[in-house]
């Protein structure tokens, strides 16, 4: 049983900055998926066991970076250029190997492992 423990929320103004970090586990892929209230859990991004290939919801790319550094056994979001719409709770999520396609990383049904996420608020 895998522990995922997030961490590095907090509260922003638009335009700012958050970096989230999680275990990680270095044959696992690994994501990052938020929850605004009322709404689904959506995928925001994704990175394979390597860290070579990276995965992004179109309503990040650019301003999001996700990434690993397996040697620390640490996952980290940097978040950039944030904005009120990215307000939601973060979590970090993994389950074993690769994906056959690429559409999978986003997926949340697809992975076996959870945190118990970290608040993001982003006021205007």
């Known amino acids: 049983q895998l522990q995922l423990v997030e961490s590095g929320g907090g509260s922003v103004q638009t335009g700012g900055s958050l970096r989230l970090s999680c275990t990680a586990y270095?044959?696992?892929?690994m994501a990052w998926f938020r929850q605004a209230p009322g709404k689904e859990r959506e995928g925001v991004a994704a990175?394979?066991?390597?860290?070579?290939?990276?995965y992004y919801a179109d309503s990040v790319k650019g301003r999001f970076t996700i990434s690993r550094d397996n040697a620390k056994n640490t996952l980290y979001l940097q978040m950039n250029s944030l904005k009120p719409a990215d307000t939601g709770m973060y979590y970090c999520a993994a389950v074993s190997g690769y994906f056959q396609f690429s559409s999978s990383y986003l997926v949340a049904r697809y992975y076996t492992f959870w945190g118990q996420g970290t608040q993001a608020t982003v006021s205007s």
């Open positions: 990175i394979a066991p390597g860290g070579g290939s990276t």
């Open positions: 270095s044959t696992y892929s």
